[in-house]
């Protein structure tokens, strides 16, 4: 089994400002690593994903995050954030062999001009 | 492509109402599988299919109902609706996990 631990429920940044949102996981096996990103009254989409190979990864649209495998998180950043950043983000996990993908509770990031 | 689509928008129910969420894809999609959305708790699996005839229980089963009887659609019945069932409801599907997971827009769903 897995889970999933995003340590901020809300996090308020203002606009062109770095962002952190953290994600720590937990699992017996290897894992694949998950952000989606829900804007108001939508569903999810994926933000970006790993799956094997480099640690780093990174959307199209500025978002990076950091596979770490020793400290069991995967959190995303961004440098410089957009008002149209703003959004409900959630890490997700699923370990290897399994048909279960688990979601953490949510971080709403709020972009404050 | 129309990609997940969900149908009712939104739905209101009497306590011991039952009803079926109807999910369906396009894209060809094995894996489907259905999440309830709660304030604060994130996104649970209810229940999840990797193919035709096949399906599973996922976190939060209980009161719910699957089948899956072609690739393309996964209805999800509630038998007896409980105001513990007020949510949303998201569908998705995918090649397979743990690759990507294609979302529907949703179905808000109010037990009184």
């Known amino acids: 089994a897995q889970s999933v631990t995003q340590l901020d429920s809300q996090v308020p940044v203002f606009e062109e400002a770095p962002v952190e949102l953290r994600c720590n996981y937990s699992?017996?096996?290897?894992?694949?690593l998950f952000w989606y990103v829900q804007y108001p009254n939508q569903g999810l989409q994926l933000l970006l994903k790993?799956?094997?190979?480099?640690?780093l990864v990174e959307s199209i649209n500025g978002f990076e995050a950091e596979f770490n495998k020793s400290q069991t998180s995967f959190h995303l950043r961004k440098p410089s954030v957009h008002i149209s950043d703003t959004a409900e983000y959630f890490c997700?996990?699923?370990?290897?062999?399994?048909?279960?993908?688990?979601f953490g509770k949510g971080t709403k990031l709020s972009v404050i001009p | 492509n129309a990609g997940v689509t969900q149908t009712p928008k939104f739905q209101v129910l009497k306590t011991g109402q039952s009803m079926t969420l109807q999910c369906a894809q396009d894209?060809?999609?094995?894996?489907m599988s259905w999440y309830r959305q709660d304030p604060g708790m994130g996104l649970r699996l209810i229940h999840y299919?990797?193919?035709?005839?096949?399906?599973d229980q996922g976190e939060v089963p209980n009161g719910y109902n699957v089948s899956r009887s072609t690739t393309e659609d996964f209805p999800l019945r509630l038998l007896s609706a409980a105001p513990s069932q007020t949510s949303v409801y998201f569908c998705?599907?995918?090649?397979?996990?743990?690759?990507?997971?294609?979302f529907g827009p949703g179905t808000r769903l109010t037990v009184t």
């Open positions: 894209m060809n999609h094995e894996y």
């Open positions: 998705a599907s995918s090649d397979r996990i743990p690759y990507e997971q294609y």
């Open positions: 699992s017996s096996v290897s894992v694949y």
């Open positions: 790993y799956l094997s190979g480099s640690t």
């Open positions: 299919s990797v193919g035709a005839g096949i399906t």
């Open positions: 997700a996990v699923s370990g290897a062999g399994s048909y279960q993908l688990t």
